[in-house]
Nanobody, 121 residues
Framework: QVQLVESGGGSVQAGGSLTLSCAAS????????MAWFRHGPGKEREGVAA???????SFAESLKGRFTTSRDNAKNSLDLQINSLNPNDTAIYYC???????????????WGQGTQVTVST
């Protein structure tokens, strides 16, 4: 059974940093694209980053600069580091995977349960 499990969320003060982790299990190989999304209160779900199996990352234009990703295929994990957090970053952060392709995520068919990030002033 394929599974994605996010961790690392929590409550932080504005200006701080946080690293979220996504642990993948049950996949037959690492040839799949992964992505981070977030869903803030009263907002639509928003794509944060898409990560190819070689670690190449595409970020949402509005989020460039404060977010970095790190994919470790040996550990079947994908991290998302967020710097200079602000209250607008408050959201549930989800990890997802597209098993049909190793690059350019299109059809994300596996989702994690999400991890809550709350940023206070």
């Amino acid at each position: 059974q394929v599974q994605l499990v996010e961790s690392g969320g929590g409550s932080v003060q504005a200006g701080g940093s946080l690293t979220l982790s996504c642990a993948a299990s049950g996949f037959t190989d690492t040839n799949y694209c992964m992505a981070w999304f977030r869903h803030g209160p009263g907002k639509e779900r928003e794509g944060v980053a898409a990560v190819d199996n070689d670690g190449s990352t595409s970020f949402a234009e509005s989020l460039k600069g404060r977010f970095t990703t790190s994919r470790d295929n040996a550990k079947n994990s994908l991290d998302l580091q967020i710097n200079s957090l602000n209250p607008n970053d408050t959201a549930i952060y989800y990890c997802a995977a597209d098993r049909a392709t190793y690059a350019n995520c299109v059809d994300l068919d596996v989702w994690g349960q999400g991890t809550q990030v709350t940023v206070s002033t």
